[in-house]
């Protein structure tokens, strides 16, 4: 049954049917909840600290251990640049999802494009509170800022401007890129080394707004891309569209791999580039990763496919992993808030002491926890903390 929102003396106003968990297509929560998996890596080498800094925010190849070295490169050539792309283009797609269940329902175009709006600065909000208390280099704000600025682009019926701005945004990330493979580039987070709570508060607070004006260059493409992905329907019927997926996925996997590599060798400190060779292996390290998004995003579609193809159920790693894409929001700031407990000097400081290979361990733990609390929210058939959060601040109040 469909709720209604309201808040007081609002028109009341119906959640959408398609956020019913168990009408839910598996596709797109399936490459959420691997996906987050990467932001668990991808994040915890930021939050390292009391030592010198390289190339994209890890530690000085010169203090790297053997291990080290190698567990660098692989996340530099499958993780980083790789996984907010990713989480861009299924910000795009979920976004659309929602535009074309208010559609349906016979929502007019303005007032989805409000609703988009409310999301957004919801969005912003949490994004806020979770840049400024746990975890700097936050995401969420970015793309509330992007729904606020977006929604009549997002909302509207043809794709020319999508198209624009996934183009655009292609050529602005590369830019970006370019700029990460400069020497004063590789400055780290300063609130991570903060031992004092008010200091490190007072510099999360300034590296957040930093990074939310910022960032939207970064995942502008992505998100249109999402976005016109969900108009063709790549991943709610995959096996429809099984051959773009495998063709997206074979062509996308290396082609992020080998675009990755150079960047990952300079960061392993296997490589001398030069600044030049270290700023062209930047730009294609971060042009590479959006082909490596989509290349992530279309496997989970393929997973999907082979199962229905055999006519089961999905199997039940594969539930889990769904499981927790359902509640992403909620995955994402748990993981900042074990990275929170653990590793800036203001709390237990273990930043200090972890390498990057023993860091990337703990990614994994936090994960797998965040796995688990998913499979007990989806058995007792509750949506996650974030989730509720985020729907009542844009729906208000169920009825």
Do not use: K
């Amino acid at each position: 049954m469909v709720g209604v929102h309201t808040t007081p003396g609002a028109v009341p106003v119906p959640a959408p049917r398609g956020t019913v968990l168990s009408e839910r297509v598996p596709g797109p929560d399936l490459a959420r909840g691997a996906l987050l998996l990467f932001i668990c890596l991808a994040n915890v080498h930021f939050l390292l600290h009391s030592r010198a800094t390289g190339v994209r925010g890890y530690p000085a190849a010169e203090t790297l251990s053997a291990l080290d070295r190698v567990v660098t490169v692989l996340q530099t050539s499958f993780v980083d640049a790789r996984s907010f792309p990713m989480f861009s283009m299924l910000v795009g797609y979920g976004t659309w999802q929602l535009v074309r269940c208010r559609v349906r329902d016979g929502a007019p175009r303005r007032s989805v494009r409000r609703l988009l709006r409310r999301r957004g600065w919801a969005l912003l909000l949490i994004g806020a509170l979770h840049g400024i208390l746990l975890f700097p280099a936050d995401i969420a704000a970015t793309y509330g800022l992007l729904l606020v600025l977006l929604a009549a682009v997002l909302a509207a019926p043809g794709t020319r401007a999508l198209v624009v701005l996934a183009v655009t945004g292609t050529f602005l990330v590369a830019a970006a890129g370019l700029a990460e493979g400069l020497p004063e580039a590789g400055a780290p987070l300063i609130s991570p080394g903060e031992e004092s709570p008010l200091s490190a508060l007072l510099f999360r607070t300034g590296e957040w707004v930093f990074v939310t004006v910022a960032q939207p260059l970064g995942v502008l493409g992505a998100l249109a891309l999402g976005a016109l992905a969900a108009r063709r329907g790549l991943l709610d019927d995959p096996a429809r569209h099984r051959r773009t997926l495998l063709l997206v996925a074979a062509a996308g996997l290396p082609a992020a791999a080998l675009g990755g590599l150079p960047l990952a060798l300079v960061t392993a400190g296997a490589w001398d580039a030069g600044t030049t060779g270290t700023v062209l292996a930047a730009g294609l390290h971060s042009l590479t990763g959006y082909a490596g998004g989509a290349a992530y995003a279309a496997l989970a579609g393929l997973v999907v496919t082979r199962t229905a193809a055999r006519g089961g159920a999905l199997p039940t790693p594969v539930r889990w992993v769904v499981a927790l894409g359902r509640r992403s929001l909620s995955g994402y700031l748990g993981h900042s808030m074990v990275f929170a407990a653990l590793l800036p000097a203001s709390t237990l400081g273990l930043g200090a002491e972890l390498g990057v290979a023993q860091a990337s361990a703990l990614a994994v733990v936090t994960w797998v926890l965040l796995l688990l609390g998913a499979v007990l929210l989806e058995r007792a058939g509750a949506r996650g903390p974030a989730e509720v959060l985020l729907r009542r601040l844009t729906y208000g109040r169920p009825r």
